[in-house]
């Protein structure tokens, strides 16, 4: 199994100001594609997960362009560039390479 | 109205049995694989378990490998979780989720907004 792990699992941030939560696998995601499989998702307090970044660096429709994924092979980066108050919420990267699994979460407030 | 809607949660006593549904609408259900994930109180998201579009090549999670069994009628633009031989960790919320492709393994670019299962005695 792929294993994922985030950090950091907290992240006060100032509106305005950027942000950063990295992600890495116990494997590379590089599928014979081309394409990393993997994903950023924002669970908003008592909401469901939405899909933000999928293939490591496309934006899901509808997300804004403050949003953008880099990364490769086992290292992937989720990036903000100015941070917004409704940006607050749990962030989970998820591989979905092989059987899905996601990394403990990141946990994104306004200081 | 593109969306899915859970049902069938609830309170059960250990050992005992519970079908959830998940149903859609606003997209052609039978072109999609769909997902369930759950997720404990106060914890993250764990996938359970995979049907693609044509309900072959169905692959569970180990911790519900034997005991849960995934389905869909594309009929009824419906899918369904039969969950057997309940634990007390099976406590969750449980969202269906919609994959971005037919088959195999993709993002989730729709989810439900989840029904919870309490394994209580």
């Known amino acids: 199994d792929i294993v994922m792990t985030q950090s950091p699992l907290s992240l006060p941030v100032t509106p305005g100001e950027p942000a950063s939560i990295s992600c890495r696998s116990s494997?590379?995601?590089?599928?014979?594609?081309?394409?990393?499989?993997l994903d950023w998702y924002l669970q908003k307090p008592g909401q469901s997960p939405q899909l933000l970044i999928y293939?490591?660096?496309t934006r899901a429709s509808g997300v804004p362009d403050r949003f953008s994924g880099s990364g490769s092979g086992t290292g992937f980066t989720l990036n903000i560039s100015r941070v917004e108050a409704e940006d607050v919420g749990v962030y989970y990267c998820?591989?979905?390479?092989?059987?899905?699994?996601f990394g403990q979460g990141t946990k994104v407030e306004i200081k | 109205q593109v969306q899915l809607v859970e049902s069938g949660g609830g309170v059960v006593q250990p050992g005992r049995s519970l079908r959830l549904s998940c149903a859609a609408s606003?997209?052609?259900?039978?072109?999609?694989?769909i997902h369930w994930v759950r997720q404990a109180p106060g914890k993250g998201l764990e996938w359970v378990a995979i049907?693609?579009?044509?309900?072959?090549?169905?692959h569970y999670a180990d911790s519900v490998k034997g005991r849960f069994t995934i389905s869909r009628d594309n009929s009824k633009n419906t899918l369904y979780l039969q969950m057997n031989s309940l634990r007390a960790e099976d406590t969750a919320v449980y969202h269906c989720?919609?994959?971005?492709?037919?088959?195999?393994?993709?993002?989730?670019?729709?989810w439900g907004q989840g029904t919870m299962v309490t394994v209580s005695s």
């Open positions: 494997q590379s995601l590089l599928h014979s594609s081309g394409y990393h499989f």
């Open positions: 998820m591989q979905a390479l092989h059987t899905p699994s």
């Open positions: 606003g997209f052609t259900f039978s072109n999609y694989a």
């Open positions: 989720a919609k994959c971005l492709s037919g088959g195999g393994w993709s993002s989730f670019d729709l």
């Open positions: 049907i693609p579009h044509d309900g072959n090549n169905i």
């Open positions: 293939f490591g660096s």
